[in-house]
């Protein structure tokens, strides 16, 4: 008995053998073969949820739909391992787009209006050159359907409207093409620092900043931007009948000139004859930038100052030399009717009259910005080592 089962102990294990080797090579095709497997379990499976073509097809269109799926699917796996181990940052790319590639970037916009249909190519049939912009009520509809007519199919017209009422402007064709933006009880500089940013505008030579209440019979658009190039100004403004609205002499309209840069004022308003308010200065009424004053000016603009008081006298920062590249333009002359609609949308308070509370700003918000700018300009000075107190500079 006891050789018998020695005798039989090395086949058994011989049959162990096979079997264990059997089963990892069963094993290692079965292994193999899973993707494959997993990949028609999946696909055929009832328990999964399945994708609705036809619903789809329903909502675009079914050739653009399956182009579409089909052309990003091999394209997200064309680039998957790219994209995982590549990443772009392009630091001289605008803030915020250092992740994109530069081709695809688009820095600036427009006002141009598009179509819902057709190609984005065929979309525009001209491209306005310049832009001109009023803030407006709806009480002076009459006076503002004239101005606009003053400007030609080479302007956008953007209206602010700070009543709120925009519909009933439909009643002039123009406003059918121009832009609206409506927000109650603003004015223009806060729609200025809200909706012009230079990357906006960028398409445009010439931004016009308009009030509402300009008189423009003597005025034309076209002739007026003649002018300006021809004496290269990069801020300006038509000149002012004499006889009416008129604070400063630098804005007065003269009657013997295309242009003029500089004024003789009261004694003691000017410092320097090249400074404001005799040289180097527009009102903020009417005033016309080019692309690149207007970069510098935007920037200038303080976000919580809504009046604007102060801009004048400062706009001579954004242009050099200041004295010959601001000036007003005689020829085309416009008259300041001088009407307090605007000021007649502030609150009245112990018994004082709207437009009261809204010169008080004013003149509160022009001594802010005079302030602020002249700590800035210390601050600045400061940091480079610069003591403005000693200076021997002019």
Request: with cysteine.
């Amino acid at each position: 008995m006891a050789i018998s089962t020695r005798s039989r102990k090395p086949s058994e294990s011989m049959r162990l053998i096979l079997t264990t080797f059997v089963g990892i090579i069963f094993g290692f095709f079965i292994g193999i073969s899973y993707p494959t497997l997993t990949t028609k379990l999946n696909i055929s499976s009832s328990l999964l949820p399945s994708i609705d073509v036809s619903s789809i097809e329903d909502e675009y269109a079914s050739t653009n739909a399956r182009s579409f799926m089909k052309n990003n699917g091999s394209s997200s796996s064309k680039h998957l391992l790219l994209n995982d181990t590549l990443k772009i940052w392009v630091p001289s790319s605008p803030r915020g787009a250092e992740r994109l590639p530069p081709a695809i970037i688009e820095a600036e916009s427009d006002f141009y209006l598009r179509r819902l249909w057709g190609e984005p190519s065929e979309d525009l049939t001209s491209k306005p050159k310049y832009l001109v912009t009023f803030t407006v009520g709806y009480d002076q509809k009459n006076n503002i359907d004239a101005a606009v007519k003053k400007f030609s199919g080479n302007f956008t017209i953007l209206l602010f409207h700070y009543d709120g009422r925009t519909t009933e402007w439909d009643e002039f064709e123009w406003s059918k093409q121009a832009i609206h933006v409506s927000a109650r009880k603003q004015t223009k500089w806060w729609y200025a620092k809200r909706f012009l940013h230079p990357d906006i505008v960028a398409p445009y030579d010439y931004i016009f900043i308009w009030d509402e209440d300009l008189g423009v019979e003597h005025f034309n658009a076209e002739e007026y931007l003649k002018l300006v190039r021809k004496h290269g100004l990069e801020i300006s403004q038509p000149g002012l009948e004499p006889n009416n609205g008129l604070t400063w002499q630098m804005t007065k309209r003269r009657g013997d000139r295309e242009v003029h840069k500089e004024t003789e004022e009261k004694p003691g308003w000017c410092s320097d004859p090249h400074l404001p308010p005799c040289a180097a200065f527009v009102e903020i009424m009417a005033p016309v930038f080019s692309r690149d004053a207007w970069r510098c000016v935007w920037h200038m603009i303080q976000n919580d100052l809504v009046h604007g008081w102060g801009l004048d006298f400062a706009l001579r920062k954004c242009v050099e030399p200041a004295y010959e590249k601001i000036g007003v333009v005689d020829s085309q002359w416009i008259i300041h009717q001088s009407i307090p609609s605007l000021g007649n949308q502030g609150e009245s308070k112990s018994g004082t009259a709207p437009w009261q509370g809204v010169r008080e700003r004013c003149r509160k918000e022009w001594t802010m910005f005079q302030s602020r700018m002249a700590s800035a300009e210390n601050a600045y000075y400061k940091a480079v080592g610069i003591d403005l107190f000693n200076s021997t500079d002019p």
